[in-house]
């Protein structure tokens, strides 16, 4: 694709020009690519959702695939983050106080209405914040004032910042659900605050189940859905009464607070007894051994997760996943099946746990 040729839409050939940029880790091509777009007049919440969200979305694949290596999906999400500042940049902002008149940016496009203040944050220890900052943009763009505070924002800095601004809103950000039970104290306290929340993200559950038994009075599956309902259906109607009324309610509630306690050392025993029942783990590295125990860790996460909302499938689909990602690794499903008896050997008095583990082990295939 040559710099002069007037593209209107995005189409295979521009999404895959902009994947070999991202995938080059070649930011100034990204947002220069970009750029080139806007001039032809391709609308800039068509690049952020069909391009960079899309593209993104494929990184993802690439990486699972083990085509890609982290570093590499680290620079093209880099890659991605330049892209999206330059959209920014050629956003209309608010005039300057100091210099009434004059706008920080030359205006491409005509400016909405303002429509009010929103606070957007990922929940704590959530780091996917490319999304988030996707919805950032086209919140700005349909004129809306927003503060964008980024990854994995503790609880309580939120609720100072809440206070300190004011906002009409919060949007929430938890792309994988092991934060869940930190964005159902996030939403508790930003409710306490007075303050509205609309969550989001694919950590919610398939249809965002998770959102609104955990206090939140709205959810949207897409930043587009998003800006739609926050235009035509905001505030939410006060809603009284419990913040937390799932169909079982936290059934597993001394489970989840014994696992996420044990955590440490769960993850420790199981480094140490894993050779005895995976033998190749005897010749791990340094790295192999290092990305063991992450793996383990994360296996605790989700089993927390799942037994904090009460739903099977946040652990099931994430071991599922983890032999899929494992086996594109050349590692055999055996390596998982023994993290999860070493784990589920630790909580032997924890029938939800077992039951759970019991249940991942009978969908790992055989060798
Ligand atoms: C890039 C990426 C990463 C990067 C993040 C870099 C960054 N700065 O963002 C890194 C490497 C850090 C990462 C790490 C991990 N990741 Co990751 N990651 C991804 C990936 C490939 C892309 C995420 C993305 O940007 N998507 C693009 C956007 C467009 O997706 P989207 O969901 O459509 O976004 C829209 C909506 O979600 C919505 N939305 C989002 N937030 C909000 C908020 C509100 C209020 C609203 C209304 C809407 C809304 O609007 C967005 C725009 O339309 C996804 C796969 C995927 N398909 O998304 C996995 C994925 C999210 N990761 C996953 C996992 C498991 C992990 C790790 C645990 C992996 C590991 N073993 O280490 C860690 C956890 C890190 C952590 N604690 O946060 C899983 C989550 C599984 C699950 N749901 O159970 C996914 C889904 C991969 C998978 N299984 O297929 N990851």
């Known amino acids: 694709m040559t710099a002069h040729q007037v593209v209107t839409r995005i189409d295979d050939a521009v999404a895959g020009h902009y994947l070999a940029l991202v995938a080059d880790g070649d930011e100034q091509g990204a947002a220069a690519f970009v750029d080139g777009l806007l001039d032809d007049g391709v609308p800039a919440q068509r690049l952020i959702v069909d391009l960079i969200g899309a593209t993104q979305i494929r990184v993802g694949e690439l990486w699972a695939a083990n085509e890609w290596s982290v570093a590499r999906e680290h620079a093209a999400t880099a890659a991605a983050e330049r892209a999206l500042?330059?959209?920014?940049?050629?956003?209309?902002?608010?005039?300057?106080?100091?210099?009434?008149?004059?706008t920080r940016a030359p205006a491409t496009v005509a400016a909405p209405p303002a429509r009010g203040r929103i606070t957007l944050a990922c929940v704590d220890g959530e780091w996917h914040g490319l999304p988030a900052r996707m919805l950032a943009e086209l919140?700005?763009?349909?004129g809306w004032r927003v503060d964008y505070l980024g990854a994995s924002v503790p609880g309580r800095h939120l609720i100072t910042h809440l206070h300190q601004t004011g906002p009409d809103a919060v949007a929430l950000s938890c792309m994988i659900p092991t934060r869940l039970p930190r964005a159902h104290a996030a939403i508790t306290a930003c409710r306490a605050a007075g303050v509205p929340v609309i969550a989001g993200g694919r950590g919610f559950g398939p249809g965002g189940r998770w959102a609104q038994?955990?206090?939140a009075q709205a959810w949207a599956a897409t930043g587009e859905d998003a800006v739609?309902?926050?235009?035509?259906?905001?505030?939410?109607?006060?809603?009284?009464?419990?913040?937390?009324s799932p169909a079982e309610p936290l059934s597993a509630d001394e489970e989840y607070t014994h696992l996420t306690?044990?955590?440490?050392?769960l993850i420790t025993t199981?480094?140490?007894?894993?050779?005895?029942?995976?033998?190749?783990?005897?010749?791990?590295?340094?790295s192999q051994a290092e990305s063991t125990a992450e793996d383990l860790g994360h296996l605790v996460d989700f089993l927390a997760a799942?037994?904090?909302?009460?739903?099977?499938?946040?652990?099931?689909?994430?071991?599922?996943?983890?032999?899929?990602?494992?086996?594109?690794?050349?590692?055999?499903?055996?390596?998982?099946?023994?993290?999860?008896?070493?784990?589920r050997d630790q909580l032997i008095d924890f029938p939800s746990s077992v039951n759970l583990l019991d249940t991942a082990l009978t969908k790992i295939p055989q060798p």
């Open 139 to 142: 919140l700005r763009l349909d």
């Open 213 to 215: 038994p955990l206090g």
């Open 85 to 102: 500042a330059t959209i920014a940049a050629r956003t209309p902002a608010p005039a300057s106080p100091a210099f009434p008149g004059r």
């Open 228 to 244: 739609t309902r926050l235009a035509t259906d905001w505030p939410p109607p006060y809603v009284a009464g419990p913040l937390y």
């Open 306 to 343: 799942a037994l904090y909302v009460g739903e099977p499938t946040i652990f099931l689909d994430f071991t599922q996943w983890t032999t899929e990602v494992l086996r594109a690794r050349d590692v055999p499903p055996n390596a998982l099946r023994a993290g999860l008896r070493l784990i």
């Open 270 to 286: 199981s480094m140490q007894r894993l050779a005895a029942s995976y033998p190749a783990a005897h010749h791990y590295d340094q």
């Open 261 to 265: 306690r044990r955590r440490p050392e």
